[in-house]
């Protein structure tokens, strides 16, 4: 269980591991956080979970430190601000006996009090071929990232580990791809066993005006768009895998400067590179390349409808 700073989840999220129908002494469970906190160490204390903390705020840097103090075979991941179903450690279980080397559940949305809001429309899919075509069509139609959703055999992680460590973002797509190095099936399935909460905290680029919004969406994507390229070289040894996440690479690079009311030549050349990145729908391709032709006329006025769009889609 991984605490990103936000301390008034956490005790949720750990009850939730803690009120599990599988036996208690059939799993383990640590807590790591960049911080201290009487009340909260006392809670762990009292439930015997050890309680690991990092000074590196990098979130896959407490990942990664998590995984390498404990030893189970399976692997699940929980923010601090989520919560296990009850039944989810019981089920998970089963659906690792069957032989995966990755599972994602689907998930029950609530509000930052608890109340239920949605459900993720997730279907029941299985990726049995390495094939490149029904990766991507996978990648296409059937794939989530949800970290608190994810569970992972630790003898397909394990060799990954060290590069995880100096993962700053997209922590949960990276797990995908390193189940995707194995021959084994990787799952996802439509039982919501996971608790996903939305709070306003997660809008981070709503807390302030325009000018901010676009700065820190700028710097979002262009750390995105670098942590993309350390994984890219992380499986340089698997070809396919490692082109589609250069292609995702110049799409966040793309993004990044769409953001920018500078006028960069480049971003058109990387648009139309981007317009190869055949894991995405094609009408997001021609949106991105669409932004960067305009951005070439008036910087000003991609970033301007690139504030509106975000705005119009996940504002609230």
């Not at 997209?170 to 799952?187: E, H, K, N, Q, W």
């Amino acid at each position: 269980m991984i605490d990103h700073d936000r301390k008034r989840y956490i005790l949720d999220a750990l009850r939730s591991v803690l009120t599990q129908t599988l036996r208690r002494e059939e799993y383990e469970v640590v807590a790591v956080t960049n911080y201290r906190d009487e009340k909260i160490e006392e809670f762990l204390e009292t439930h015997n979970i050890p309680h690991l903390i990092v000074s590196d705020k990098g979130t896959g840097a407490k990942y990664a430190f998590g995984v390498k103090h404990t030893t189970a075979p399976i692997i699940c991941f929980l923010d601090d601000d989520d919560m296990f179903s009850s039944e989810k450690l019981e089920k998970v279980l089963r659906h690792f006996k069957d032989g995966i080397a990755y599972l994602h559940t689907a998930r029950i949305n609530v509000d930052e009090q608890g109340k239920e809001i949605g459900r993720s429309q997730l279907f029941n899919y299985e990726l049995r071929t390495r094939e490149s075509r029904e990766i991507l069509r996978a990648l296409r139609l059937y794939l989530e990232f949800n970290i608190s959703s994810i569970c992972v055999k630790r003898e397909t992680l394990d060799p990954f580990v060290d590069v995880l460590s100096r993962v700053v973002r997209g922590v949960d797509y990276f797990y995908l791809f390193v189940a995707l190095t194995s021959a084994l099936p990787i799952r996802h399935t439509s039982e919501p066993l996971t608790i996903y909460r939305v709070h306003r905290s997660l809008m981070h680029f709503f807390e302030a005006g325009k000018e901010e919004f676009l700065d820190r969406a700028r710097k979002y994507y262009s750390e995105t768009a670098e942590a993309k390229a350390l994984m890219a070289s992380a499986f340089d040894k698997y070809p396919f895998l490692s082109m589609l996440i250069r292609c995702d690479e110049k799409v966040f690079r793309v993004m990044a400067k769409l953001c920018s009311k500078k006028r960069e030549p480049r971003t058109l050349r990387e648009a139309l590179q981007s317009m190869g990145c055949l894991q995405h729908p094609l009408s997001f391709r021609v949106k991105l390349l669409g932004g960067a032709i305009v951005s070439l006329i008036s910087p000003s006025l991609s970033s301007e409808v690139f504030f509106r769009y975000y705005l119009r889609r996940y504002g609230q």
